[in-house]
């Protein structure tokens, strides 16, 4: 079979680069999310949207944003619209029980590994789910050494920023983890993306499902509000904090030390 050109940056660079700033805009909210988890007494609440900023805007909306930039010269590509949201609620459902297991669970030796493996096989899984949601007239393979690596960067991605979740404290540290978490979001799924080839079929059909752009409106829309109320969720939570004398310390003696637990790690 005629193998075909594929080209991950027909855009240039700003797909990646909006893509990178906007997994890394999740990560500074999830981490922000979790921070406060540890000391609120509505611990739930923060790790779920935690989930949702760090699983759907950073990890999800990278990967979606980074496939408007992939094509294959002079073939159409759609997306099955299913399986895509499919792909969403996996990223978002592995990150909360990558927080779950890391904010309750002690101790951090083991919590930490175990999340990050969960997390990580996830995150892949989010990926190659939200790949195969692709649907052309061309046939896909992957090769599955360069694929396996992409599980190893999803794993160690996901346990750094797990790690971070446990030790970082401020602000400009948060910032600076986000960093970091944006350019392995990025890695991972480039690497994955560099896994796979296409071929020719001999038989041609038209593919069908949404065409790329017509799915980018809404979900960026959708995505855009949701980032925008946990931005003003975190701010109000931010400036209740810093209005308060001792912000985490009485709610850390009820909660024994429970609280400090993860840092210990």
Not at 65 to 80: C, N, V
Not at 165 to 191: D, E, K, P, R
Request: charged letters at 10%; a positive charge.
């Amino acid at each position: 079979m005629l193998k075909l050109e594929l080209d991950h940056f027909t855009f240039g660079w700003i797909v990646p680069t909006l893509a990178y700033a906007m997994s890394v805009v999740g990560s500074i909210l999830g981490l922000r999310c979790t921070v406060h988890a540890r000391a609120s007494r509505w611990r739930e609440g923060w790790l779920a949207a935690g989930a949702v900023a760090l699983g759907g805007a950073g990890i999800w909306t990278m990967h979606f944003t980074a496939m408007l930039g992939f094509s294959i010269p002079g073939k159409r590509i759609r997306y099955d619209v299913p399986m895509t949201a499919l792909s969403a609620v996996v990223a978002i459902v592995v990150v909360w029980l990558g927080l779950a297991i890391v904010v309750r669970g002690r101790p951090a030796s083991l919590t930490l590994p175990l999340g990050g493996a969960i997390t990580g096989c996830g995150v892949a899984a989010m990926h190659y789910i939200g790949m195969d949601a692709m649907n052309t007239n061309v046939s896909m393979e992957y090769n599955p050494a360069l694929v396996a690596v992409s599980v190893v960067i999803a794993v160690v991605a996901s346990t750094a920023a797990l790690w971070f979740v446990g030790h970082v404290h401020g602000f400009g540290a948060t910032i600076g983890a986000a960093l970091i978490m944006g350019l392995a979001v990025s890695g991972m799924h480039y690497t994955g993306m560099a896994s796979m080839s296409a071929h020719q079929r001999d038989h041609i059909s038209t593919p069908v499902g949404a065409e790329p752009f017509l799915m980018f409106l809404p979900v960026i829309l959708a995505i855009t509000l949701i980032t925008m109320v946990l931005i003003i969720l975190v701010g109000v939570a931010e400036i209740d904090e810093a209005n308060s004398p001792h912000p985490h310390r009485g709610r850390d003696r009820r909660s024994g030390h429970r609280a400090g637990t993860v840092g210990k790690g």
